[in-house]
């Protein structure tokens, strides 16, 4: 369509405003998605004569709200998709929050410049109660892409401009986050510009998807473990928005629980309820049946542990050296170990099942009851163990993580078989990871720990990854310097 098309299709739209807010309804109505707008609009009582947007937030603010916005990841995608194409048309790209706040806006230096005498600008709210029909406020209140031209927004200072908007959804709740929108003048803009403003839209929920997947993925290898750790128990793996990553059985939940405003308690109908047990990132959610005593939560912290200590449901436990091997090895195994099997773990070979036997009679009387089951012998508790925790971060890929809670080695003075395998194979796995990622902030929380004070290969390396005025260079540079021979 050329530009004098352009203009004529607006001096049409005009004629068509006029009619319509003055009650005649001889000529040809509005497009009906632009009546409806138009309706909400009047309701509202915006005055289609006169209007500006409000200012809610100041340039200051809108950075904040910037960097914590989801939006934020994908705002290159749509850079890449949409700016250069709307430079070259003489428009400008705008992303708004799900209020209909403009958070972002870029383009052609002249259409910007334009547009802020209209309000066109960060910090404004541009919902249809605020300014009336546009293309962005009509996209969030129909959640649909939308195209207005000229005179079809309402108020009559943007009869000049036409402005093409898609929402933009969360994919792991289905709701609105927000739209990107290209504006321009009248004059300049196509006819497929919606098309590619929904192509646009598109394309962020997929990125947003891909990161959400790799979140899920994460979430499960470091969780999973408390999953299993139920056994024959009903639960399941929530994501922090409610969505069901993973259960136990299978298809025993819907697809989303919806979580309490308050409390831990989630209503399931003739099921019973579930209760939720707040993970660092979801939730693991049991099924409590009436009458069915809750499962005790036991925290093992044992990594740099000379004296070790367990927490049972908030109270403290001290236990032996031999006590937190067991518990240790039986947190390595969730599906349980025989005597015969731990006997061997925790003494080799000359290892005694009887021995065993003794000494879970004496671990059950300092735990109480309900928290060992025997044949074969497994924990009934929600265990929380660091060392585990830190597995579970390296099978999800979350180096990071697993160096900022690898706090030392394993039961450091037990000389069981299978706590020192562990110990080692955990040390040798966290070590390896951290100097493949050469992430400067993993490999600092290594070089804290008794392994990494002694590490020549890590101070080198985080050497030479550090600033040159790093204030941490001089630490590293005296331990090579003492370690030097």
Not at 152 to 178: K, M, N, Q
Not at 466 to 475: G, Q, S
Request: charged share 25%; aromatic share 2%.
């Amino acid at each position: 369509m050329s530009a004098d098309d352009q203009v004529q299709r607006a001096r049409v739209l005009a004629r068509v405003r006029e009619a319509t807010l003055a009650g005649d309804r001889s000529g040809p109505p509005p497009r009906e998605v632009v009546s409806e707008s138009w309706r909400r609009s009047l309701d509202a009582r915006v005055d289609p004569e006169h209007g500006d947007p409000p200012h809610v937030y100041s340039p200051a603010e809108v950075g904040g709200i910037r960097g914590a916005h989801p939006l934020a990841a994908v705002i290159p995608v749509l850079r890449d998709t949409l700016v250069s194409i709307a430079d070259e048309a003489m428009h400008m790209m705008i992303v708004t929050d799900a209020q209909g706040h403009i958070l972002w806006r870029e383009g052609q230096r002249d259409v910007l410049r334009r547009a802020e005498g209209v309000g066109l600008v960060e910090g404004t709210r541009w919902t249809e109660d605020s300014i009336g029909t546009n293309a962005m406020g009509t996209a969030l209140a129909a959640d649909r892409a939308v195209q207005i031209h000229s005179a079809e927004h309402l108020v009559r200072t943007y009869h000049s401009w036409t402005c093409a908007a898609c929402p933009i959804h969360d994919p792991d709740s289905g709701e609105v986050i927000g739209a990107v929108d290209v504006t321009g003048p009248v004059r300049t803009f196509h006819p497929t510009t919606l098309a590619l403003v929904v192509a646009a839209a598109r394309l962020a929920e997929g990125h947003l998807g891909a990161r959400l997947a790799m979140r899920d993925e994460r979430l499960l290898a470091r969780n999973l473990t408390h999953l299993i750790g139920l056994r024959d128990e009903p639960g399941a793996l929530l994501t922090p928005g409610g969505r069901v990553l993973a259960a136990n059985p299978p298809n025993w939940l819907p697809a989303r629980v919806d979580l309490p405003a308050v409390g831990d308690r989630v209503a399931l109908g003739e099921t019973g309820e579930g209760v939720l047990e707040r993970l660092a990132e979801g939730w693991l959610m049991r099924l409590h049946r009436t009458g069915s005593p809750p499962r005790p939560v036991l925290s093992l912290p044992f990594l740099g542990a000379v004296r070790p200590l367990a927490c049972l449901d908030g109270g403290h436990v001290r236990l032996t050296l031999r006590h937190a091997e067991v518990l240790t090895l039986l947190a390595l195994h969730p599906d349980g170990l025989t005597a015969d099997e731990l006997a061997t773990a925790l003494h080799g070979d000359a290892g005694k099942a009887v021995t065993v036997r003794a000494e879970m009679h004496r671990l059950r009387a300092a735990l109480g009851a309900g928290v060992l089951r025997t044949q074969p012998y497994r924990l009934r508790a929600r265990v929380d163990a660091d060392f585990v925790a830190v597995r579970s971060a390296l099978a999800g890929g979350d180096v990071r993580g697993a160096a900022r809670a690898h706090r030392g080695p394993l039961l450091p003075r037990s000389e069981a078989p299978g706590v020192r395998e562990e110990r080692e194979l955990l040390a040798a796995a966290l070590r390896r990871a951290v100097l493949d990622s050469r992430d400067v902030d993993a490999m600092w929380a290594m070089a804290g720990t008794v392994d990494g004070v002694d590490d020549p290969e890590l101070s080198r390396r985080l050497l030479r990854a550090l600033p040159a005025r790093d204030p941490r260079r001089p630490v590293l540079t005296a331990r090579l310097t003492i370690a030097a021979p």
